[in-house]
Structure formats: C-alpha cells, structure tokens
C-alpha cells in the first residue's frame, strides 16, 4: 500500500511539472591577449555561434582589459572566433556546456601579430587532466599519457583522492567504503572480483574517473563515496579507434582494442581486452601471544600468482526521433589463474624456543566469469523534461579449486605423523538486477532543477564449499561436514528519491532525500532459515556553493550514509587455507550508518588552482575484521560491529603551470581517526590515516611527452595501522606519423619494490607484520590510431579551460 502510494505521489508531481518552461543555459568568458606582449588586446571582435550553425552567428567585442563574457548561452557544444586586425582569426570549437559545466573560463587566448599571414587557427577546446566541479572531482583519462595501452587499476592510482591496495581495491582517502561504478551503476557486488575487473578493463576505453566524495540523493545510499569509471562513448562522425599493446619485464602483457563508430542517428563504441598477470609476494608476521604463558607464533609465506584476463564491452545510442533515445552496453569478462604457495609456522615458547613447526603448501586454480547488460530509455518532452527507464543486469561466477598440504614438524626438523592432505571445491553464483524510472526538469524559478525516481534493487548469491580430507585408514578422500557447508544470500532494496538545486546569484543550492526499504534473507545449510525483518530508513543531504567571478568557490555539504554488510563479511563458511590463521563471516553483523561533513573551497587563476578541504564523519556499529587469538595459539578473524568510529579529513589538492610545457599536480590527506567501543576497551584507539601524490607532466616538443607520479598512503582500522611503501611511475611518450604511433616507455617503482608493514593490536595478542611484492617493472606500450573521418585543413591548437 505504502508503495502504491509512493509511485501515485510521484506521477502526480511530474504532471503537475509539465505546464512550467524549463532553461538550460549557461556562459562562456574569456580573456584576450597578444601572444607576444602577452598584454590583453581591447575591442576584439568576438563571434560566437552553436554547434555548426555559423549562420546564426552573434558578435561581440571585448571590454577595454580584454575581458568577454556570453551568458544564457544554451546547452550544447558551442563555437568562437576571435579576431583583430594586424592578428590572427583564431576558432575555438567544441565548447560544451551541460548540466555539469554551466560555466567556462577560458584561460588566456593569445592571438599571434602578424599581418602577413592572417589565416584562420582552429582552437580545439580540450580538457584539463583534472576539473573540480560543483559535486564531483573529474580525472579526464585521455590527457595523461598513461591512458593508452594500460588498465583501470593504473589510471586509479594517479587520481586525487583515490588509494589502490596491494589487491588492486581502490577507495577514497578518509572513507572506508567506497563504492566502484561504471557509467553511473553499481559495479561490485561481487566483492572478491572488482579488484579483477580493474585489473583487465582497459584504459582505452576510459574517459574519465569521477570521485564522488558526497553523493547526492540520486545515487544508492550505501557507501560513503563513489568511484565512478566513465566509458568512452561515440563522439565523432565516422570511424575512429586505437589498438595498442604493452610488455614488462616483469613477465606480464596486455593488449587491447577501442573502436567507436557515429553517424546522424546510431553511435557504438567497443573494445577488448586481455591481460597477462604475475605477481610474486614475499611475507613475514611475528606474533606475541598473551596467555598463562607467554608464546610467539612467526610466520614466513611466500607466493605466487599467475593469472589471465579478457574483458570486452559493446555499447551504443540510438536517437529514435528528436524526442526518444536508447542507449545500451553489453560487457563482459574472464580472469582465471593458478596461484602458489608456501608458508611456515614456527611455534616458540617462552623462552622464544621453537617447539613445532607447521610447514603448508597450497596449490589452488581460481576462476571468475561476469555479465552485465545495461538499457536506458530517455524520453524528452516538448517541455525538456526527461523521463528515463533503466534496467541493469549482472551475473558473475567465481569457482576456486585447492589442494593443500600440511606437514607438522619438530624442533629438529623430523616429521610428525603423516602429513594432512585436503581438497576445497568453492563455487559463488551471484545474480543482481536493478530497474529504475527517474525524472528531471529545469524550471525558470531560481534556475532550478528537479530530480525523483525510484528503484528497485535484488540482489542474490549462492556460495558452497565442499572439502575433502585424506584418511590414511581407508586410503581416499572423505567428505569434512564440518568444513563444508552452503550459504544463500538475498537483499531487495526498494528506494525513492527526491532532489531539488537552485540558484541564487551565485549561491548553488542542493536538497534532497532518499528511502531505502531493505528486506533481507539468508540460510545456511542445515542451519534454520533466517529472516530479518525489513527495515526503512531515510537519507537526507544538502549540498551549498557559492562562486565569485568564476575564480573562487566555496562549499558545505552533509550527507546520511549507510554500509549495509555484504554476503562476503555475513558467510559464516570457513576458510582454513591457513589452518592457523581461520576465517569467516558473522551473519549477526548490523547496518553501520555514517553522517559526513564537508567544507570545501577552490580558487583558480591562470597558471594555478588549490582546493582544500575539510570533512568529518561519525559512524556507529562500523563494520571491519576483527582478529582475536587462541590459547592453542591459533587465530581466528572475522567481521564484527567493532564499535563507533569519529574521522577528521583535511585534504588538499592542486596544480601550477609553470609555463605552457610544464605542470604539476599535488594532493596530500590526513586523517585522524577516533574508535570507541564500550563492549571491548582494546577497540578504543586513536590513528592518523596519511594519503599523498604528486605529479609532474612536461612537454618537450608537439609529439614527445614525459610524467611522473609518486603515491604514498598510511591506513589506520580498529585494530591497528598499515603502512604502505612509496610507489612510483614514470613514463616518456613520443608520437609520430602525425600522431598515429604512439611509443611509451614506463618505469614503475624503479627504485623499491613495493612493501607493507602493519600493526595489529588484541586483547592476548600483538602482531607485526610485513610484505613485498615485485612491482619493479619496466615497459614498452606500442598503439595505433586511425581514423576515417574528413580532416580539416585548419591546423589544431590545444587551449585548455580554467
């Protein structure tokens, strides 16, 4: 009844919308100078026009400093030309305002003095590497010269903001769950495989990655930032694509393809991808046990993963009339591998003797297959209100088949009994679908905009584990009921949202809520169905900016946030391929939900932007791992509802041109993280969180580039810290054949191989440890770009926007 209700109220205001005009309009301003004096040029005659609709041209002249300004400009991709006598006519193409960018600043547009030769420049407007909008930081992919021939995971770790694990997971600094999406939908239901699935999805195909550090109510509330990677689509007329493939020393390769084809009606884009992976770690943790007596456990591993992947992905638009459009993708991936290795356990007694030594060798094969098909539907109406109907489907499949071996040892080295021997045949079925009808309008009034939908969310996998152990009396392998086990998990979440914006002058207002209706359901095999009752929340936030002379901005923001526990951390299936060191889930985990803050201010000029920012976050019942030792002196980690937690952020970020060759780009986080727990006093701690990058871009000549990139994080959790090693990147590129061979050499970590010390604090227990992994690794990236579109005789410039 509630929901007939909901959808009633929800076509009742979108009728109700229709008789109300909308306005999308935006400006262009700009500066004009000499390129020699470098002194602005008054009077200039500057003729501006839509698309290429040159006969509906308008004119305008620059003030007496230069300046210019058109405003209630309509959305859409806009033309300049500028001209003076003595100079030449330069054209500024390709400047697209939308919902996203309503205003451009162009940076200073020198003209050349020379009377002798006063041809036309064409000035194609091009993307800054990275732009800080109104609600989102955007990292435009196609300007770093890391963006042919790589992966997501490489392009992830030089975005402001953004950490990427030794497991290829990446997160926000200062938010501990981050959620990834793809052209705007949830893309990691499947916790295990994302990391997978960035490692293989190609950076060709990449146009950009938004970091979402306050979501609107738009989006789903789970997660307290979103990562969202945004594909490439077709923009050109004609034929265009790249093929490109790169080579390490390492051992690994990867190739890959992006083609996009347009015309008036139907645009696709499509690419493939394979990657060849290797990766080698070497790890060592010592541990201090707390009982009657005081013992030491010191673990050695060493492994290695050998691992391919495919991925490939076809997408397309079709604009059905004036009014209706349906876009469309279809992706889908393969990794699969073998993966090594060998671990000790040497167990000491007081006196840091060892008594026991238990010697591990695992063999295992992994596998993991996804799909997703994606459709929406937008419907225009002579208002220019839009409706739009999506439906997303995904399906992944993961299997994982190990063979273990244990072997129990004395201090002198001579084998106790026989060793144990174990097969595990693990499978995880997962199905997601979400369906969603949403509706925006602009209005006249305070140049707002509305925004409603709903969703309907749902969720489901299926997870086994069978295993085997070897019994010496009959000879064969028997089933282990303790360790084998099912576990079926469903979530539907029901959601509809309301957001409204407006405008004030300069002031940007932003409103809105969300509620989510969450029904879930679980059961364990041979254990009782277990139904939790469905329980409805609402998620309010609110967005302020201000802008001062398209130069400044300052903002204030609040969001509600939840961080539902995944199938993943609720299976209760154990994992004992460290049988010293057991895992599993807790289905008893709770919804943690997060209130987050944030102050944020930006100033730009000519040459240079800063941006700094201040966010706090008080989270209750926050969900993490939680390790706890044995009196046998065992471990066990699981998940639990650790406790409350408090983060204060600053985070800063920025870049200074030095001159029109040269730039740099810098980001640095602190965050101070407070964890409160009134069920265990070990859980109430403090930490400092620490996150930073700096990178430097420079041109040598028209076609040789070079970059460089250096990463460092510190993460803190309940239980204790993580430190990360510096990472570095650096690279040279050189086009030729008019920039249809593109060469790239890279350079990764050439001075360290990356490493990780962490700390973990328990009860009875304290654990150092430490890990490398071989990333040292240079390579040599090969691509190709073609055409087959009719080419301009103008010559193209590059202008970037401020």
Not at 125 to 136: N, S, T, W
Not at 427 to 449: M, P, Q, T, V
Not at 498 to 504: A, D, E, G, Q
Request: charged share 20%; hydrophobic share 35%.
């Amino acid at each position: 009844m509630k929901n007939r209700y909901l959808i009633i109220l929800f076509f009742c205001l979108i009728s109700g919308l229709q008789t109300v005009k909308a306005q999308t309009t935006g400006s262009i301003s700009g500066k004009v100078i000499d390129n020699g004096t470098q002194e602005t040029i008054p009077f200039v005659s500057v003729i501006y026009y839509q698309g290429l609709d040159s006969l509906n041209a308008k004119a305008l002249q620059t003030d007496a400093n230069g300046l210019f300004s058109i405003k209630n400009l309509p959305f859409g991709s806009h033309t300049l030309k500028i001209s003076f006598v003595g100079y030449q006519t330069q054209k500024i193409t390709k400047i697209l305002l939308d919902q996203n960018r309503t205003d451009v600043y162009l940076q200073d547009i020198a003209l050349l003095n020379d009377s002798k030769m006063l041809v036309e420049v064409v000035i194609e407007y091009r993307k800054p590497l990275i732009e800080v909008q109104e609600d989102k930081i955007v990292y435009n992919v196609d300007q770093s010269i890391f963006s042919e021939g790589s992966v997501a995971t490489d392009i992830l770790k030089n975005v402001p903001l953004v950490t990427v694990d030794i497991d290829g997971k990446a997160t926000i600094a200062g938010k501990k769950n981050t959620r990834i999406f793809i052209d705007g939908k949830p893309s990691d239901y499947s916790a295990s495989s994302i990391g997978d699935l960035l490692s293989i999805l190609p950076s060709d195909a990449l146009e950009s990655v938004e970091v979402i550090t306050d979501p609107s109510s738009k989006f789903d509330a789970d997660g307290d930032g979103i990562i969202n990677i945004v594909m490439k689509k077709g923009k050109k007329l004609g034929l265009t694509g790249n093929l490109s493939t790169r080579v390490g020393t390492l051992g690994n390769y990867n190739t890959g393809v992006f083609l996009s084809q347009k015309n008036t009606k139907f645009s696709f884009t499509g690419n493939l991808g394979f990657n060849h992976n290797v990766r080698f770690n070497n790890a060592n943790s010592n541990r201090t046990n707390f009982f009657t007596d005081t013992t030491f456990n010191n673990q050695t591993n060493n492994s290695d993963r050998i691992y391919d992947g495919f991925n490939t992905r076809l997408g397309g638009n079709y604009q059905i009339d004036s009014a209706q459009s349906l876009k469309f993708s279809f992706r889908g991936g393969y990794n699969g591998g073998d993966n090594n290795s060998l671990s000790n356990n040497f167990f000491l007694n007081s006196n840091q003797a060892i008594q026991t030594l238990r010697r591990q060798s695992n063999l295992s094969a992994n596998s993991n297959f996804d799909f997703v098909a994606d459709f929406d539907y937008t419907l225009k109406t002579k208002s220019k209100a839009n409706y739009t109907l999506g439906l997303n489907y995904q399906k992944n499949s993961t299997s994982s088949n190990r063979d273990f071996t244990k072997y129990t040892l004395n201090a002198d080295g001579s084998q106790r009994l026989n060793p144990n021997l174990q097969l595990n045949d693990n499978e995880n079925l997962g199905n997601n679908l979400e369906i969603n009808l949403d509706y925006d309008k602009n209005l006249n009034f305070l140049k707002s905009k509305l925004e409603l939908g709903i969703k309907g969310a749902f969720n489901a996998s299926d997870e086994s584990q069978a295993v085997q152990v070897y019994d010496y009396t009959t000879n064969q392998y028997i089933f282990n009921n303790a360790l084998t086990n099912k576990f079926k998990f469903n979530q539907n979440i029901y959601s509809a949202y309301l957001s409204y914006r407006f405008k004030i002058k300069s002031w940007s207002i932003r409103m809105g809520n969300r509620a989510e209706l969450t029904n879930v359901l679980f059961q364990q095999e041979n254990a009782v169905k277990l139904n939790i009752n469905p329980y409805l929340n609402f998620f309010p936030s609110l967005a302020i900016n201000k802008t001062f002379n398209n130069k400044y901005s300052f903002g204030l923001n609040y969001s509600k946030r939840v961080a539902r526990p995944r199938q993943n951390a609720l299976n209760p299936i154990i994992d004992n391929s460290d049988p010293d060191n057991l895992r599993y889930g807790n289905p008893d985990l709770t919804p943690s939900f997060t209130n987050q803050y944030e102050a944020n201010f930006s100033v730009f000029s000519d040459n240079w932007s800063f941006s700094p920012r201040i966010s706090y976050a008080k989270a209750n019942k926050i969900i993490e791992r939680f390790k706890t030792a044995n009196a046998d002196r065992t471990s066990v980690t699981t998940y639990n509802n650790v406790g409350n937690s408090s983060s204060l952020n600053f985070i800063v970020f920025g870049n200074y041109r030095e001159s029109k060759n040269q730039t740099f780009n810098a980001g640095f986080t602190v965050s101070q993280i407070n964890y409160t727990s009134v069920v265990n006093s070990a859980l109430s701690r403090k930490g400092i969180g620490i996150r930073s990058n700096i990178g430097i871009n420079y041109t040598f000549t028209k076609a040789t580039a070079g970059e460089a990139n250096l990463n460092y994080n510190r993460n803190v959790a309940a239980q204790g810290t993580s430190n990360g090693s510096v990472e570095t990147q650096f690279g040279i590129r050189q086009n030729m054949f008019k920039n249809k061979i593109g060469l790239r050499v890279t350079a990764v970590d050439p001075f360290t191989q990356r490493n990780n010390t962490s700390l973990t604090e328990g009860p009875n227990f304290y654990q150092e440890s430490f890990s490398v992994q071989k990333t040292r690794n240079f390579l040599l990236s090969i691509s190709y770009r073609f055409t087959k579109i009719t080419k301009s005789n103008s010559k193209p410039v590059s202008q970037r926007k401020k």
